[in-house]
Nanobody
C-alpha cells in the first residue's frame, strides 16, 4: 500500500504564493501528479512529473505560475505563485507505479486526502 500526505495549503490573497508538499510512504511509486477540485466542479489536472523529474506537464491555466518538482526523498512539491481566486480548490497529490508523467487521473492508483487552498481577491 501507499500513503500520500499533502501539506502546505492555506489562505492567501491574490498574487500571493504557497508551496504544497506531498510525502509518500509505503510501497515504492514513481510518477506523481497534482489535481484539484473546486466546489461544484469536477476534479481537474494541475501538474505532473515523471519519476526521473525530466518530464513535466501543466494545465494551461497554471502554466508559468506553478512549478512541480520532486526531491531525492520522494517528496513532491507544487510551488504556486501569482495565485488567483480561481485557484481556490482542494489540491490532491497522486502517484502511480509507472515512470511516465500523465495528465489523466485514471492513470493514478493512489491519492492523498487533499489540502485546501483558498485565494481571496
Amino acid at each position: 500500500q501507499v500513503q500520500l500526505v499533502e501539506s502546505g495549503g492555506g489562505s492567501v490573497q491574490a498574487g500571493g504564493s504557497l508551496r504544497l508538499s506531498c510525502r509518500a510512504s509505503g510501497r515504492r511509486t514513481y510518477a506523481r501528479g497534482w489535481f484539484r477540485q473546486a466546489p461544484g466542479k469536477e476534479r481537474e489536472f494541475v501538474a505532473a512529473i515523471s519519476w526521473g523529474g525530466f518530464t513535466t506537464y501543466y494545465a494551461d491555466s497554471v502554466k508559468g505560475r506553478f512549478t512541480i518538482t520532486k526531491d531525492a526523498e520522494d517528496t513532491t512539491y507544487l510551488q504556486m505563485n501569482n495565485l488567483k481566486p480561481e485557484d481556490t480548490a482542494v489540491y490532491y497529490c497522486a502517484t502511480r507505479t509507472g515512470n511516465s508523467a500523465s495528465t489523466d487521473q485514471t492513470d493514478y492508483a493512489y491519492w492523498g486526502r487533499g489540502t485546501q487552498v483558498t485565494v481571496s481577491a
